[in-house]
C-alpha cells in the first residue's frame, strides 16, 4: 500500500471530516427532546442508581488523572497493524507515518467489536431492568474510554499520555453534547493541532470542569435508557441502546483523531516543501 500520501488527498479527507461536523448540527433537537424524559426519571430513580453515577463521577476524575482502570493495553492494536503491514514491530512511531486508509481500517475493526461487546452488555443487564441498569452505567462508561483509547493507539497517539486522556473526555463529551457544547469543543480541540503551545496549555486547563462532561453523558442516557428499564423488554432495548452509543461515541473519537492525524500530515508536507 502506498504509504506517502499527496497534499491532495490530505485535503480532501480534511473536507470530508468538516462536513461530518457540520453534520452534526442537524442533531440539537432531537437530542434536547430527547433529554427531556430525564428530568421526570430523575425524581422517580431509585438512590441507589444515583449512587453508581456518582461513583463513575469519581472513577472518570481518576481516569484523568492516572488513568485508572480503563487503562488500555495498545499491544492489540500494535497486532493489528504488524499483520496489515507484515512487520513485527510497529509502535506509536511507525503508525503515524503509514497512511490514513489503513488507519481508518483498523479504527474501524477496534469499533466494530466494542459495538459487540456493548450490545451483549446491554442484553444482559436488560434481563433485570432498573436493578440492573446500575451495573449498566459503569461498565458502559468502561466500553466508552477503551474504544476511544484503541482509536488514539490506530491514529499513532499514545492514550496514557494525560493530554491524550484529555482528549479522550472531550470527545466523550462531545458525543453527548447539544450543537452549542459540540462548537465549544471543537474550538477546544482545534488548539491540540495547534504549535502555540500557551493556546495548548489553556486548552488543557479547561479540564477542571470535568464533571460536566459525565453529567451531559448522565442526561444522554434519559430516553436511550428509558424503555431498558423495564425487565425482560430490556434485553431487546439495552442491546440496541448500547451498540448505537458506542456507534456514536466511536464515530466521533474516529473524525475527531483523524483530523489531527491528517493536520499535522499537511503541515509535515509544507514544511518538506
Known sequence: MERNETKEQLQKELEAIHIWENEQKGLWIWEKLGRLPFKILDRL??????????????????????????LSNEKDVLKRYNRKTGAEDATLGSISALPIQMMDEVSDELIRSRKNIAMTQGATTGIGGIFTLSIDIPLLLGISLKTLQEIAVAYGYDPNDKKE???????????????????????????YSDPDVETRDETL??????????MTYRDNFGWKKL???????????????????????GETGK???KKRRVKEKLEALALGS
Not at 484529555?166 to 488548539?191: N, R
Not at 424503555?227 to 461515541?249: L, Y
Open 45 to 70: 430513580t431509585p438512590q441507589f442508581i444515583h449512587n453508581k453515577i456518582g461513583q463513575a463521577l469519581d472513577e472518570l476524575g481518576s481516569y484523568l488523572q492516572t488513568g485508572g482502570r480503563y
Open 165 to 191: 486522556r484529555i482528549f479522550i473526555v472531550k470527545c466523550l463529551q462531545f458525543a453527548s453534547s447539544d450543537i452549542v457544547g459540540k462548537q465549544a469543543i471543537l474550538k477546544e480541540l482545534s488548539a
Open 227 to 249: 424503555f431498558q428499564m423495564i425487565p425482560i423488554a430490556g434485553i431487546i432495548f439495552g442491546s440496541f441502546i448500547n451498540k448505537s452509543m458506542i456507534h456514536d461515541i
Open 255 to 257: 473524525m475527531l483523531y
Open 205 to 214: 486547563s479547561q479540564v477542571q470542569g470535568w464533571r460536566e462532561v459525565i
